[in-house]
């Protein structure tokens, strides 16, 4: 077994900025469209799109790729169960390159203006002959 996590650290001021200048276009790009029915729902949406845009950016730091390699950022969905609590949903590549993943959780928390996201996996690693020690 092995252990993947990632942190990111965002303000929310600066996705803020973005939405205004960009609205729609925006979420497109960077959301489902599943994601932005969850979103567009709350009244926060400021924080609501900052926090799944700083998820998605600690999904690919736990991964260790960044949004690179192929993995494109509507590649990783941040979902929200009835309840509330956020859930990670892989497509493509970025489904493709953990492989066997045990179990996954995301969580996400704002205060004074910053979202911060920590993701972590659990994934089932074979061993591979190249990493014994002779």
Known sequence: MEILQGIDLLKVERIKKVYLNYKDKFLKKILTDLE??????????YYKIAGKFSAKEAVVKAMGTGFSDGIKIKDIEILNLKNGKPIINLHGKAKKRLGNIESSSISISNEGGFVISIATFLIKKSLNLSDIYE
């Open 36 to 45: 932005i029915k969850q979103i567009t729902k709350n009244q926060k949406i």
